[in-house]
């Protein structure tokens, strides 16, 4: 007999519950009984599953009470507030915000990434940043295979990334463009902050709001998350992190350092063995990884890979992949697959 688990998503209406409950489905993830949490706002909405309908409930402590596995993705102070009571209720929270990412005792999991959880006993796992993730699925094979010393991207996100509100938003700014209406602007870069600006036929070199430091968080996130998922502090990391009007499907230009000097042939060879990552790489027939062909697939595509005209250990990538799928909820289910498997739970 099958082992069967009581799952609850956290966040379950929003734009990485939403693909969390799609992955749950197509994966067709051992669940014995599933719990759709929200805000009072969404509470009695309804969400079909498998074929089931469920309503959605407000979230409160007690919603946790049975719950084997906990997805999170309702923003960071929601994970503060709830994870600990799902886990002192029994549950292991898989956390798709960035409260407990950082956390030392916290694991930071890309499944493809392999590395040792410190010990069964940990009940919060994290999941990474969507940039991070598919940044480092890419990399990781060829720091494994000639070391890395220095990793400079530039993103270009989608609005998804943002969540509901700001798809809405791109959606709503692109019809009033159509209708010579002016541009409303309330969600992006941060909903948030003091000012806002249009992002439909525009381009915002700003994702989340600024640090002391003149980076944004998004940046930090990513130059502080790459690191510990590869396991390296003196990996030279650095990020610019830039909105596009997309919908869904992240977008990143990346320099890379080598330790050792490799070929093209090798650099392509391991992008082609690494696991979840697809070589699409011919420019001759202008072959190339683009979002609106990611769009719903689970891999990381990389395609435009060039050698640095100066520095043969220099190399540039163009990496590509889903933000909702892989950059959130295909990971967190993985992970949670990945601790069945381990017997963890
Ligand atoms: P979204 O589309 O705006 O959805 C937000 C979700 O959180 C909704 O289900 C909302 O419920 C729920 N929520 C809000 N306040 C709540 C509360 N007080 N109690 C319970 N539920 C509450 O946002 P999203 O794009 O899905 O992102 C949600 C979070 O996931 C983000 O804040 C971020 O931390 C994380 N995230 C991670 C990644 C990643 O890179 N791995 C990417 C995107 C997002 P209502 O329908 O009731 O409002
Ligand atoms: O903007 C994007 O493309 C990714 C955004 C992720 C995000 C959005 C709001 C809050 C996060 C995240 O996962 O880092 C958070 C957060 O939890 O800090």
């Not at 502080?224 to 998922?229: A, F, G």
Request: glycine fraction near 6%; proline fraction near 5%; hydrophobic fraction near 45%.
């Amino acid at each position: 007999m099958v082992k069967t688990y009581n799952v609850a998503i956290m966040g379950a209406t929003g734009a990485v519950g939403q693909q969390m409950k799609e992955q749950l489905e197509k994966r067709d993830f051992p669940i014995k009984d599933i719990v759709f949490l929200s805000s009072s706002r969404s509470a009695g909405k309804e969400i079909e599953f498998k074929g089931k309908t469920f309503t959605v409930q407000e979230a409160k402590p007690e919603s946790f009470k049975g719950i084997d596995i906990a997805l999170f993705s309702a923003g960071g102070s929601i994970s503060e507030e709830f994870a600990p009571e799902a886990v002192k209720r029994g549950a292991i929270v898989i956390d798709n915000t960035s409260a407990f990412r950082m956390d030392k005792d916290v694991p930071l999991v890309v499944p493809e990434v392999k590395q040792k959880r410190s010990g069964s006993s940990q009940r919060i796992i994290a999941n990474p940043n969507c940039s991070t993730i598919q940044m480092v699925c890419a990399l990781q094979p060829l720091k494994e295979q000639f070391g890395m010393t220095k990793v400079v991207v530039s993103t270009y996100q989608a609005v998804s990334g943002a969540g509901i509100g700001a798809i809405n938003e791109l959606k709503a700014q692109a019809a009033d463009f159509d209708n010579a209406k002016d541009a409303q602007a309330e969600m992006l870069p941060v909903k948030s902050a003091k000012n806002h600006y249009p992002i439909a036929f525009n381009v915002i070199p700003q994702i989340d709001q600024f640090a002391d430091n003149g980076y944004t968080l998004e940046e930090m996130k990513m130059i502080n998350e790459t690191k510990k998922i590869m396991h390296d502090d003196s990996l030279a990391v650095a990020a610019t992190c830039v909105r596009l009007p997309v919908v869904t499907g992240h977008s990143e230009s990346v320099y890379v350092e080598l330790s050792r000097a490799a070929t093209i042939a090798q650099v392509k060879q391991a992008i082609k063995d690494a696991p979840g990552v697809e070589l699409m790489d011919d420019p001759s027939n202008q072959i190339y990884p683009m979002p609106l062909m990611a769009a719903g697939l689970d891999e990381v595509f990389v395609g435009r890979i060039r050698q640095d005209l100066d520095n043969p250990n220099g190399f540039h990538l163009w990496i590509v992949a889903d933000n909702l799928v892989k950059g959130a909820a295909l990971n967190s289910v993985q992970i949670a697959e990945a601790l069945i498997e381990e017997n963890v739970i």
